[in-house]
């Protein structure tokens, strides 16, 4: 069982940036992908970014060029460099990972960009 703790969601501005970070902790022999997802108020969970443990990464289009994804694989960590961020950006960002052929989903940390 893996569980996930992120952190660093909150407010900002149009163009401003942030940082969210997300430990993995709990009993596994290694993680195969972490990423990031988010969900808007009536909208579905979208995916935002992922990073295989040898650092290959996938972005969605609306993400590309702002957002950079990156882990510590040492520390079980992953983390999501937000940058130029737009009001559409603003939802709850939830973290997740595969580790073995389990998957688990961290609580979410709230993202508001205001215009």
């Known amino acids: 069982q893996v569980q996930l703790v992120e952190s660093g969601g909150g407010l900002v501005q149009a163009g401003g940036s942030l940082r969210l970070s997300c430990a993995a902790s709990g009993s596994f022999l290694s993680i195969n992908v972490m990423g990031w997802y988010r969900q808007a108020p009536g909208k579905q969970r979208d995916l935002v970014a992922t990073i295989t443990s040898g650092g290959s990464t996938n972005y969605a289009d609306s993400v590309k060029g702002r957002f950079t994804i990156s882990r510590d694989n040492a520390k079980n960590t992953v983390f999501l460099q937000m940058n130029s961020l737009k009001p559409d950006d603003t939802a709850v960002y939830y973290c997740?990972?595969?580790?073995?052929?389990?998957?688990?989903w961290g609580q979410g940390t709230q993202v508001t960009v205001s215009s």
């Open positions: 997740y990972c595969i580790a073995g052929i389990l998957g688990s």
